[in-house]
């Protein structure tokens, strides 16, 4: 009896303490955050298409932001963000997907937009080699995305393929929280038409993705 | 041809008969990279902007017509030996944070006389037009090579500046949602055929951060690490850091101490 209640005396004593430890862990953690912003407004400055209002998070950037390095992102907040988010997702009125994947090959492989060096009248790219594999006469791809060779082969040449590569491109924060993957429709860094083009270099049967 | 190819080729300097052999044999760029690396081992560019750098640091210069030679760049005035090692660190005298770009700001208003805006007009070289701040960079770092990083966070100001730079790496914003995280929080990544470095990993960051400044063999000149993080939040489509701003030494903080223990050896070549 009398160790029982030692032992419940213990564990509330030491929830108290990881309470207190946790507590203050993240007291000073919102003021390096608040500290961290601050600054960059102190000292970064517009140039060209990048101004300063870029350093403002929407909710989805914030909520990205508190839950990285080793704050794992909760299932809940996760199916949270991926349900605001889908309801963004704008799918072309005529109901075509699929554009011209000899288009979507450039797309995928212009690493332009956005920058301040970029003229803001061109075009922007995808810039999807630069994170995943498409196809196989492309040797210069990165890993930071999955490969994505045989992609409409693998899953099928459905429209509902199609729909989901539209929207993965179009907001990929719709399927899976906090990707480090650009929301490129939702963001306006793709045209309509360049996402149609992109989603035939996947869906497309003929597409060298497909080969 | 693909731009890096291009500017690989197009670079001009003494080893010219060892570029031309290389260029006749073109296979993957890593192992052309890689192969010439090798050919230029004894002879890397950036000695010139060591040479100048060294130069400048002796030369009378600015209103005061005064050299920097008791320039305080973290070990004590004048002592240049192992001093890149040790910062950014805490400077009493600008109750500051302050990397080493930063610090020459200061060194060059004090002792010199030479205004903020001055001492930072040519900050990032461009052929003809030559960056004072790159050439002192380049010298006063190699004289740090061999030596191990080890950056301080005893001073309250120095955690503070440790713990804002990490908030800074994570900070995820803009039109891509990038965070300098994005690519640099994984081991074993790649952007197209470029190796990622992960930045919270000893191992990785301090591989990055001791081969600082590097003669960069694509754009034909020694860039810092303050142009790494500049060019950086380019292509995160960021706005500008301002250089040699307390925000980029904040950064440079975080990038720092995650190196310490690492062997320096820069200035290095890269491609």
């Known amino acids: 009896m009398e160790k029982t209640y030692q032992r419940m005396v213990l564990a509330a004593g030491l929830a108290v303490a990881v309470g207190m430890v946790g507590c203050a862990a993240m007291q000073e953690t919102d003021k390096s955050g608040e500290e961290a912003l601050t600054l960059m407004k102190k000292d970064f400055k517009s140039r060209g298409q990048a101004t300063v209002d870029r350093l403002n998070q929407d909710d989805v950037q914030a909520l990205c932001t508190k839950y990285s390095g080793d704050a794992a992102l909760p299932p809940e907040e996760a199916r949270r963000v991926e349900a605001a988010q889908m309801a963004h997702v704008k799918y072309p009125a005529d109901g075509k997907l699929l554009g011209d994947w000899k288009a979507g090959e450039k797309v995928a492989q212009a690493g332009n937009g956005m920058q301040w060096s970029d003229n803001p009248s061109k075009p922007g790219g995808g810039n999807c080699y630069a994170c995943h594999e498409l196809t196989k006469a492309e040797l210069s791809f990165g890993t930071i995305g999955p490969s994505l060779y045989h992609f409409g082969r693998n899953r099928g040449f459905t429209a509902e393929s199609q729909k989901y590569a539209y929207g993965k491109v179009y907001n990929s924060e719709a399927f899976a929280a906090c990707s480090s993957m650009p929301r490129f429709g939702a963001h306006g860094i793709l045209t309509e038409q360049q996402i149609k083009d992109v989603v035939a270099l996947l869906m497309d049967p003929h597409s060298p993705v497909n080969q | ?271």
């Open chain 2, 1 to 271: 041809m693909n731009p890096m190819f291009r500017g690989v080729l197009v670079v001009g300097f003494s080893a010219v008969a060892a570029a031309t052999a290389w260029a006749q044999k073109p296979s993957n760029t890593v192992q052309e990279i890689e192969r010439y690396r090798e050919l230029l081992q004894d002879g890397n560019p950036a000695e010139l902007w060591e040479a100048r750098g060294e130069a400048l640091w002796k030369e009378q210069r600015g209103p005061k017509h005064a050299s920097l030679e008791r320039c305080d760049i973290g070990l004590g005035p004048g002592v240049v030996k192992g001093a890149y090692t040790v910062l950014p660190r805490y400077f009493a005298d600008t109750d500051k944070v302050q990397d080493l770009e930063s610090r020459l700001v200061t060194c060059m208003g004090a002792l010199q006389g030479i205004s903020e805006s001055d001492a930072k007009k040519v900050h990032f070289g461009n052929g003809p037009k030559k960056s004072v701040m790159e050439a002192v960079v380049a010298w006063i770092t190699s004289e740090s090579r061999g030596m191990k990083m080890n950056v301080s966070l005893d001073n309250p100001k120095e955690k503070e500046a440790y713990e804002i730079g990490k908030k800074m790496f994570f900070y995820r914003a803009g039109p891509h949602d990038f965070s300098c995280a994005t690519c640099h929080s994984h081991d074993g990544l790649r952007i197209r055929l470029q190796d990622l470095p992960n930045l919270t990993n000893p191992r990785d960051a301090q591989r990055a951060y001791t081969t600082w400044p590097g003669y960069r063999v694509s754009q034909g000149e020694v860039r810092t690490m303050q142009h790494r993080i500049f060019d950086c939040y380019r292509q995160q489509r960021f706005p500008e850091p301002g250089y040699a701003s307390d925000a980029v030494s904040a950064l440079t903080m975080y990038l720092a101490r995650n190196a310490n223990g690492g062997t320096y050896n820069a200035p290095a070549l890269k491609r």
